[in-house]
């Protein structure tokens, strides 16, 4: 079974920290992805990467950024945290090849004070 | 206009019936069709992936796709307490890096 595993499932922050989200892969996937999803907003895509060192900006990327700088693992960092990034922070892989699906870790509750 | 679309709900369906479960897209290109299980305060979980035209049963799970219709469902029978979740239809757009693009769910209340 695909395992995905995310750093922490609660967190909290102040406004103004820097924080990151890390999420580890154990299935030699090349996609990796990260969401936020928020009521009545569904998931929303923030970064994805398909290969070590490789990014895209999502449909929400600002005040984030990521880093991959090994296959298994991507991280999502929030430069400067603020109380509007208080949400569901959710990280997902998939294989490149095959229109495979996207299966996805327990989620990190983040709360901005 | 929303590119994928579902009911929000709640459906509200007796034990033992039939749910079922509908979502509309509007890429025409689309090549991959997922549906997820969602508990209150869980992730998504994958039930279903389809991506011919017609349905895929798996136990008591079956998902249809009408690709002339950009139409896809899922239909869940004998529906248990337990499959009260809410639920995510998730559509692959054509090109490469499986994006997926996901409803916002259809919530899903089975009454005992």
């Known amino acids: 079974d695909v395992k995905v595993t995310q750093s922490s499932r609660y967190l909290v922050k102040r406004t103004g920290e820097k924080v990151f989200l890390e999420c580890v892969q154990d299935?030699?996937?090349?996609?990796m992805f990260w969401y936020r999803q928020d009521p009545g907003l569904g998931l929303r895509l923030i970064y994805f990467?398909?290969?070590?060192?490789?990014?895209e900006k999502g449909d929400i990327p600002e005040g984030y950024s990521v880093s991959r700088e090994k296959k298994e693992r991507f991280s999502l960092i929030l430069e400067s945290a603020s109380t509007n990034q208080t949400s569901m922070y959710l990280c997902?892989?998939?294989?490149?090849?095959?229109?495979?699906?996207?299966?996805f870790g327990d989620g990190t509750r983040l709360s901005i004070l | 206009q929303k590119e994928v679309e579902q009911n929000s709900g709640p459906l509200s369906v007796p034990e033992g019936a039939i749910a079922s479960l509908n979502c509309t897209y509007s890429?025409?290109?689309?090549?991959?069709f997922f549906w997820y299980r969602q508990y209150s305060g869980k992730s998504p979980e994958l039930i279903m992936s389809?991506?011919?035209?017609g349905d895929k049963e798996d136990g008591r799970f079956t998902a249809q796709l009408n690709k002339a219709s950009q139409y896809v469902s899922l239909l869940i029978r004998d529906s248990q307490p337990s499959d009260s979740a809410t639920y995510l239809c998730?559509?692959?757009?054509?090109?490469?890096?499986?994006?997926?693009?996901f409803g916002t769910g259809t919530k899903l209340q089975v009454i005992p």
């Open positions: 997902a892989s998939s294989l490149i090849r095959g229109n495979q699906p996207q299966h």
């Open positions: 299935m030699d996937h090349e996609n």
């Open positions: 990467s398909y290969d070590v060192k490789m990014k």
């Open positions: 890429d025409r290109v689309s090549q991959s």
């Open positions: 389809i991506y011919s035209n």
């Open positions: 998730a559509v692959g757009l054509a090109g490469g890096y499986q994006k997926v693009t």
